[in-house]
């Protein structure tokens, strides 16, 4: 129990909060979907140069947030994430300065044919409205998600955690003295001033007021939100990502390839959780492969064919085909080739991004079709998924949902299309 | 009530029963997602052929849906949307022949382009997998759906009124024999066999084997499935469509698109529900336009201004201008220009779709750009948000969603990108 008396009231506040902050975000949306490309560039440039100026400001308010975080006994990672310094501020200034260059998608018509009737059929492309964003520690998404809505001409509910609440303010206040001199309205970027959890359920289910959520943060905060969310939600939950080795492949980029996709990073989601290998190549290429691991630190956890092989393997359990490890840990199985493969990824993976090395074409191209990942590769590092290697630009999050976005959603995923359609006074008969 | 004794079991066994039906219909989704397009097109050949060889059957089957729907006391309309003919069977057949020709759009890879890492990035165009579609008494769309569905390489699971189970089993037997002659899972296409509406609760909340659910009814089966489902629901409740006349337009023009647009037909989601006149041009083009609908036997609600001008308009409330009458009732009103024309639209429209009619280029691109619904006309009929008028081929619905698909949703609508990455052992640095 968060409110031991009153709470009925609180509660009530914060509903009524909460729907004012919906209520000027709509408002605010509809003249940002309206704001030419100048004026929103001009917004990201004043932000960024707002960011440098004031940033002695928000490193006294960071500092609040991180003694208060140590008092309470806040864990070193968490702390580390919630740090922000001079370098870090560049960053999200030269961040937004990227954002501003990205070319402008709003208004942009495409697919505009004559029908038989004579009416021509295009579609628009448009903001999606509101924006809710839902983020643990790091202050810094507060003005990375800003630029994104800002410059994809939705307005952004931001709520970020309550640890954060200090530097979060501060960089907000930066964002609306930037969007005032572009003479857009404040509004248009809002971070939600009460802490109570309240406010996130308020956030996920005013329907009228927020046309999609997106949460930035550990498997436990999306799976509660995508449980209660009733505005749509933008995301993905798991990143068991897989390499198969063919035994096709070039043996030399297969190395490369797994060695890469696993050591790389351990912590992010497109790094290689389980090594799939054929058997025909298996004993040529784990051994050289296995060592390489070894060496960097990776625990390997096999099926009895691997351990057979590798020295220092020990006997994997099904639930190892399962798990995320986000660690220096590795399963891998020996398969009998490209159907078992895919069944494998069919079963245990989080459709997220799944590679095949192989030099067959045809393998290639089966696999491409037939594995149902957000990402499918040939020949390339799992790593590689990604909204600035796809060439996106920005990015707020990959998703593994077929419906809307799919991948690494970057301004795109956050806009929506309409039909046009442009006649001379036809009707239909 | 409906189960007085017994209840419990009842409820686990169609649970288990539509876990059954969700399992195979996932299984089938595999094998339809890599099936090519001959084979889905002689799928939908063969039940073409085989609706018109068994039309005796299915027209038995119907009668007997008809009678017990009669004895029921079941109202005209819906016995009339519920009984079979020769001919509805015929338009089913040929419609599936339609879908046959149209372009298999599955596989096809889209914007693939090298980045500065030496991978090719593109897009893959795939089904959603599995589609749960929920619809009243007509039982053609059976057919429809089926044939839509198998096109897109979508696994369905359908789910028809009670009222027409025999008529939906007749069907579904032809559509089963279809996919059989093809070589494809009969379980491709599964018609719920149980009409016990927990079926449906289970259907719209399976996640694991649904993918989308298709809701085609009535407003109030729309609003609780999408109150309920778990699944994302591709969905229209409302047709408030607006025409609005600006001073500016030519006003022939003008009264042929706002005739047609109300009067064309009543029922339909696409009909004009408020005509918006703007004062410079509601003297002269108000009384012509309003002299024809009151011949055509339409019920006129207007603001003060406008009862005025036209004779036999009654005084509309504020309760018309949120009204889809979908009959022929018309709620009329002078507004001083396009700035109060959009924000009438942005209050009171259902964002499905909205027309101006103006000979003003300016003009013409502000509606369009601001006005944010899923389909905005310049100078032509509402009538004409149609996925065939489009160019679609068939259409599975109308979408005023902004996440997925938005406007007439055809066989793309019905599919899914995903990211697809040609390396050539790329890693990343």
């Not at 070319?103 to 505009?112: E, N």
């Not at 303010?169 to 309240?198: F, M, N, W, Y």
């Not at 040529?284 to 390997?300: A, I, N, S, T």
């Not at 459709?351 to 191209?365: C, G, K, L």
Request: proline share 3%.
């Amino acid at each position: 129990m968060r409110h031991p008396s009153g709470m009925k009231d609180i509660m009530e506040n914060i509903q009524a909060y909460m729907q004012q902050v919906g209520i000027a975000a709509r408002t605010a949306s509809r003249t940002l979907a309206q704001a030419d490309t100048s004026a929103k560039n001009r917004a990201l440039g004043e932000i960024a140069t707002t960011l440098l100026e004031q940033s002695a400001l928000i490193l006294t308010a960071n500092s609040r947030d991180v003694a208060t975080a140590r008092a309470a006994g806040l864990d070193e990672a968490s702390i580390d994430r919630l740090t922000l310094t001079e370098k870090t501020i560049r960053a999200m200034s030269e961040g937004l300065l990227q954002i501003a260059q990205l070319p402008d998608l709003i208004g942009a018509i495409t697919d505009l044919n004559f029908r038989p009737s004579g009416i021509q059929v295009g579609k628009m492309r448009v903001p999606l409205g509101v924006i809710g964003i839902i983020y643990e520690s790091r202050p810094n998404v507060t003005a990375d998600a800003a630029g994104l809505c800002i410059k994809s001409g939705n307005a952004a509910i931001l709520r970020g955690g309550s640890e954060a609440i200090h530097s979060n303010q501060a960089i907000a206040a930066c964002v609306h003295a930037g969007l005032k001199a572009a003479g857009l309205p404040e509004s248009a970027v809002q971070v939600v001033a009460t802490t109570d959890r309240a406010a996130v359920g308020e956030l996920i289910t005013m329907k009228e007021y927020v046309d999609v959520i997106v949460p930035r943060g550990g498997k436990s905060l999306i799976a509660r939100i995508s449980a209660d969310a009733k505005v749509p939600v933008i995301k993905h939950l798991d990143g068991i990502c897989h390499v198969y080795i063919d035994d096709e492949a070039d043996l030399d980029k297969a190395i490369r390839i797994a060695d890469n996709a696993k050591t790389h990073r351990y912590g992010v989601c497109n790094a290689m959780e389980t090594l799939l290998v054929a058997e025909g190549v298996a004993a040529q290429v784990l051994p050289p492969l296995c060592k390489l691991y070894l060496e960097k630190g990776v625990e390997l956890r096999g099926d009895a064919a691997c351990c057979a092989l590798v020295p220092h393997m020990t006997l994997a359990v099904e639930e190892d085909w399962h798990t995320e490890y986000l660690a220096p840990i590795l399963s891998v199985k020996i398969v009998t080739g490209m159907d078992e493969a895919i069944n494998h990824i069919a079963t245990y993976s989080s459709q997220h991004t799944d590679t095949i090395v192989t030099e067959n074409y045809s393998r290639a191209m089966r696999f491409l079709r037939e594995v149902d990942s957000s990402s499918v590769m040939v020949n390339a590092s799992t790593r590689f998924a990604d909204g600035f290697e796809y060439g996106l630009g920005a990015e707020i999050g990959i998703s593994t949902d077929k419906i809307h976005a799919r991948g690494p959603v970057g301004l795109e995923g956050l806009t929506s299309q309409k039909y046009i359609v442009l006649g001379s006074g036809q009707i239909r008969v």
